[in-house]
C-alpha cells in the first residue's frame, strides 16, 4: 500500500518508518527543506534510540522516501496521515492552522478516492473540520471525488516510539464508511497477524480516546506527586505507598513514580486542550484543572526546596544540574520541568553547571538570549558538572544518573548534598555514603 506522511515531526517520522518496516511504501512530506535533504542523506532530525536504523534501513530498500512537493506526496498514495503539529494556543485549545493547511493542499491536489488519516492529536469534530475544507477546495475544482476523513491517533512515549509502534497495547482507528475500514483493517494487518488489538469506533469517540487516555496519565502523575507531598508531612515512605497501591490491579504500577511533574509535548497540551474542550460546552473540568495546578506547583516546591536549604540566599552558590530534557531518552525540552528549575536558579543568583546526556544543544538554543548566559556551564560529562559545586540538582532520571558511583559523586561536589527530583536513588545508600540527601515525599523531620 502506498502511504503518505504530511509532516516529518516525531510522529510523523516515527510512523513513517515504521510502517516502512512493516513492507509499505511510505512518501514522507514535509515543507522543511533543510529537514528533508538531511533525511536523504540520513540525518535524523530528533533523538530517538533505533529511529536511525529503521530510516537507513528502509530508505536503503526503497521503502521510505522524503519529499517537500505535498502534490507529489497525495498523488503517490492512497491513505495520507497527517501528522503536523497542534500546539496550544493561550487560551489552552489546539492550534489547527497546520491541520488546516494540509487538509485544503489535499483538495487542491487529489483526483481520485483517497483516506486522508488524522494522525496528530486534534480536538473533537476535527475529521468534520478537514472533511469541509477538503471538499471546498474540490468545489472550487469543480470536482466530485469520493474520500474518507479517519482518525488514528497515536499513542508513542518518546524514547521507547518504535517498541510502541512495532509492538502496541492498540491501536484505534475512527471510521465512518466500511471501504475505509476496510483499507484500514489492510494497514494494519501486520499487527493484526500477530494478534495486537485493533479498536474500531466512530470518529468522534476516536479523537476523544487520545485526549482521555493523556489526561488520565496526567492526573495519576499528580495524584501520586500529591501522596508524595502528604507523605513528607505525615512521615509515610512514599516508595513503600506507591508499591502498596501499585500492585492493586485495579490501580497498576505504571505513572505513580513521583517526581517534579509531567511535561512533553503531549500531556500538558491535551490536559489544557480538554480543559478547554469542556469550557466551550459549558463543563468545568475540575479534576483536569486541579491536576494541571498541581504540576505546574510540583516544580515550585521542589525549587523552594532548595532555595530554603541555603537560607534563600543563592548569590555565590553554584549548583550542578543533571537533566535537562522532559524525560530520559529523548533530547525534547519542550514543557520541561528541568527548563523552569534552571530558569528559577538562575534568577534566584546561583551559577549552573549543568548536563544531559543529549539534550544540551536544544538547551543552548533556548538559552542563547537568557539574560544570564554566563552563569551557565554546559558541562562536558556528569562528573564536570559536579566539580566544586555546592549541591546537586536531579531533573531527568536517566540511567546514566542511576548507576553514578555516589562515593565519587560526594568527592567532587564542594558539598555533598543531594536534591533528587527523579527519586532515583535509595536514602539508605547516600546516608551511607554521607551525603545530604533531599528527595520527592522526604519527611519533614528528616
Same mark, same amino acid.
Given at each position: 500500500?502506498?502511504?503518505?506522511?504530511?509532516?516529518? /515531526?516525531?510522529?510523523?517520522?516515527?510512523?513513517?518508518?515504521?510502517?516502512?518496516?512493516?513492507?509499505?511504501?511510505?512518501?514522507c512530506?514535509?515543507?522543511?527543506?533543510?529537514?528533508?535533504? /538531511?533525511?536523504?542523506?540520513?540525518?535524523?532530525?530528533?533523538?530517538?534510540?533505533?529511529?536511525?536504523?529503521?530510516?537507513?534501513?528502509?530508505?536503503?530498500a526503497?521503502?521510505?522516501s522524503?519529499?517537500?512537493?505535498?502534490?507529489?506526496?497525495?498523488?503517490?498514495?492512497?491513505?495520507?496521515?497527517i501528522?503536523?503539529?497542534?500546539?496550544?494556543?493561550?487560551?489552552? &485549545?489546539?492550534d489547527?492552522?497546520?491541520?488546516?493547511?494540509?487538509?485544503?493542499?489535499? /483538495?487542491?491536489?487529489?483526483?481520485?478516492?483517497?483516506?486522508?488519516?488524522?494522525? &496528530? #492529536?486534534?480536538?473533537?469534530?476535527?475529521?468534520?473540520?478537514v472533511?469541509?475544507?477538503?471538499?471546498?477546495?474540490?468545489?472550487?475544482?469543480?470536482?466530485?471525488?469520493?474520500?474518507?476523513?479517519?482518525?488514528?491517533?497515536?499513542?508513542?512515549?518518546?524514547g &521507547?516510539?518504535?517498541?510502541?509502534?512495532?509492538?502496541?497495547?492498540r #491501536? $484505534?482507528?475512527?471510521?465512518?464508511?466500511?471501504?475505509?475500514?476496510?483499507?484500514?483493517g489492510?494497514?494494519?494487518?501486520?499487527?493484526?497477524?500477530?494478534?495486537?488489538?485493533?479498536?474500531?469506533?466512530?470518529?468522534?469517540?476516536?479523537?476523544?480516546?487520545?485526549?482521555?487516555?493523556?489526561?488520565?496519565l496526567?492526573?495519576?502523575?499528580s =495524584?501520586?506527586?500529591?501522596?508524595?507531598n502528604?507523605?513528607?508531612?505525615?512521615?509515610?515512605?512514599?516508595?513503600?505507598?506507591?508499591?502498596g497501591?501499585? &500492585?492493586?490491579?485495579?490501580?497498576?504500577?505504571?505513572?505513580?513514580?513521583?517526581?517534579?511533574g509531567?511535561?512533553?509535548?503531549?500531556?500538558?497540551?491535551?490536559?489544557?486542550?480538554?480543559?478547554y474542550?469542556?469550557?466551550?460546552?459549558?463543563? #468545568?473540568?475540575?479534576?483536569?484543572?486541579?491536576?494541571?495546578?498541581?504540576?505546574?506547583?510540583?516544580?515550585?516546591?521542589?525549587?523552594?526546596?532548595?532555595s530554603?536549604?541555603f537560607?534563600?540566599?543563592?548569590?555565590?552558590?553554584t549548583l550542578?544540574?543533571?537533566?535537562?530534557?522532559?524525560?530520559?531518552?529523548?533530547?525534547?525540552?519542550?514543557?520541561?520541568?528541568?527548563?523552569?528549575?534552571?530558569?528559577r536558579?538562575?534568577?534566584?543568583?546561583?551559577?549552573?553547571?549543568?548536563?544531559?546526556?543529549?539534550?544540551?544543544?536544544? $538547551?543552548?538554543?533556548?538559552?542563547?538570549?537568557?539574560?544570564?548566559?554566563?552563569r551557565? =556551564?554546559?558541562?562536558?560529562?556528569?562528573?564536570?558538572?559536579?566539580? /566544586?559545586?555546592?549541591?546537586?540538582?536531579?531533573?531527568?532520571e536517566?540511567d546514566?544518573?542511576?548507576? =553514578?558511583?555516589?562515593?565519587?559523586?560526594?568527592?567532587?561536589?564542594?558539598?555533598?548534598?543531594?536534591?533528587?527530583?527523579?527519586?532515583?536513588?535509595?536514602?539508605?545508600?547516600?546516608?551511607?555514603?554521607?551525603?545530604?540527601?533531599?528527595?520527592?515525599?522526604?519527611?519533614?523531620?528528616?
Amino acid at each position: 500500500m502506498q502511504i503518505a506522511m504530511i509532516g516529518v /515531526g516525531y510522529v510523523g517520522l516515527v510512523s513513517g518508518a515504521c510502517f516502512a518496516e512493516a513492507g509499505q511504501t511510505v512518501i514522507c512530506m514535509d515543507v522543511d527543506p533543510q529537514k528533508i535533504e /538531511g533525511l536523504r542523506q540520513g540525518r535524523i532530525p530528533i533523538y530517538e534510540p533505533g529511529l536511525e536504523e529503521f530510516v537507513r534501513r528502509n530508505a536503503a530498500a526503497g521503502r521510505l522516501s522524503f519529499t517537500t512537493d505535498l502534490n507529489e506526496a497525495v498523488d503517490r498514495s492512497q491513505v495520507i496521515f497527517i501528522c503536523v503539529g497542534t500546539p496550544s494556543r493561550d487560551d489552552g &485549545s489546539a492550534d489547527l492552522h497546520y491541520v488546516d493547511e494540509v487538509a485544503r493542499g489535499i /483538495g487542491r491536489t487529489m483526483d481520485e478516492y483517497k483516506v486522508v488519516v488524522n494522525k &496528530s #492529536t486534534v480536538p473533537v469534530g476535527t475529521a468534520r473540520r478537514v472533511r469541509r475544507l477538503i471538499m471546498k477546495e474540490l468545489a472550487r475544482r469543480g470536482l466530485q471525488i469520493e474520500f474518507d476523513v479517519v482518525s488514528n491517533p497515536e499513542f508513542l512515549r518518546e524514547g &521507547s516510539a518504535l517498541q510502541d509502534f512495532m509492538h502496541p497495547d492498540r #491501536t $484505534v482507528v475512527g471510521v465512518e464508511s466500511p471501504r475505509a475500514r476496510d483499507l484500514m483493517g489492510e494497514l494494519y494487518r501486520f499487527w493484526t497477524e500477530k494478534n495486537y488489538p485493533l479498536y474500531f469506533m466512530d470518529v468522534a469517540s476516536a479523537e476523544m480516546t487520545k485526549y482521555a487516555a493523556n489526561a488520565f496519565l496526567a492526573t495519576k502523575i499528580s =495524584f501520586m506527586n500529591e501522596i508524595a507531598n502528604l507523605c513528607a508531612l505525615t512521615g509515610a515512605n512514599v516508595e513503600q505507598v506507591r508499591v502498596g497501591i501499585g &500492585s492493586d490491579s485495579r490501580i497498576g504500577e505504571r505513572f505513580l513514580f513521583p517526581g517534579l511533574g509531567y511535561g512533553g509535548s503531549c500531556f500538558p497540551k491535551d490536559v489544557k486542550a480538554l480543559i478547554y474542550i469542556g469550557k466551550t460546552m459549558g463543563y #468545568t473540568f475540575s479534576i483536569l484543572e486541579a491536576t494541571n495546578i498541581v504540576n505546574q506547583a510540583q516544580r515550585h516546591r521542589f525549587i523552594l526546596a532548595i532555595s530554603a536549604y541555603f537560607d534563600h540566599n543563592l548569590d555565590g552558590k553554584t549548583l550542578a544540574l543533571w537533566g535537562l530534557a522532559f524525560k530520559p531518552n529523548t533530547d525534547d525540552i519542550r514543557e520541561a520541568p528541568a527548563l523552569t528549575v534552571m530558569e528559577r536558579l538562575l534568577d534566584l543568583g546561583a551559577d549552573l553547571r549543568v548536563y544531559d546526556p543529549v539534550a544540551m544543544a536544544e $538547551v543552548q538554543k533556548h538559552y542563547k538570549n537568557y539574560p544570564y548566559p554566563e552563569r551557565v =556551564f554546559f558541562a562536558p560529562t556528569p562528573e564536570a558538572a559536579l566539580e /566544586g559545586a555546592d549541591a546537586l540538582v536531579i531533573n531527568t532520571e536517566w540511567d546514566i544518573f542511576r548507576r =553514578f558511583d555516589v562515593g565519587r559523586m560526594k568527592t567532587l561536589l564542594k558539598t555533598p548534598v543531594v536534591f533528587d527530583g527523579r527519586n532515583i536513588y535509595q536514602p539508605a545508600t547516600m546516608t551511607e555514603a554521607g551525603i545530604r540527601y533531599f528527595y520527592i515525599g522526604k519527611p519533614v523531620a528528616e
